[in-house]
C-alpha cells in the first residue's frame, strides 16, 4: 500500500482550474482498482492518496499522471505503507468524515 503526500506549490485558483481533471484521473484509477482512499488536507495545502501496487515505482508512476503533478501544480512524496493491523472501524470513520 501507498500513500501519496500531495502539497500544493501552486496558488489554489490554479489547483481548482485542475481539480476536474484530478478527480476524473482519481476515479479512472479507483475504478481500475489503484486507489482505494483519497481526500484533501484540513487546512486546504494538499491532499492524500491511498494506493495499492506491486510496487513502489508503481505508484511514483501513478503519481506523476495526476493532473496537479503534470501541470507542476502539486509536489508529491509516495509513502510505502505496509499495515500491520486495520480495524474494521476504520472504514466507518472514513465514511463518516466524508
Not at 472501524?89 to 466524508?98: H, N
Amino acid at each position: 500500500m501507498f500513500i501519496c503526500n500531495l502539497t500544493y506549490i501552486k496558488p489554489i485558483e490554479v489547483i481548482d482550474s485542475l481539480l476536474d481533471a484530478h478527480v476524473a484521473w482519481i476515479k479512472a484509477n479507483h475504478a481500475a482498482g489503484h486507489i482505494v482512499a483519497w481526500g484533501r488536507k484540513v487546512p486546504r495545502e494538499g491532499g492524500m492518496i491511498w494506493m495499492v501496487g506491486p510496487d513502489k515505482a508503481f505508484a511514483e508512476a501513478l503519481a506523476a499522471q495526476d493532473p496537479f503533478i503534470v501541470e507542476g501544480a502539486a509536489k508529491v512524496e509516495v509513502i510505502e505503507f505496509a499495515p500491520g493491523h486495520i480495524d474494521p472501524e476504520f472504514v466507518k470513520l472514513a465514511m463518516g468524515a466524508m
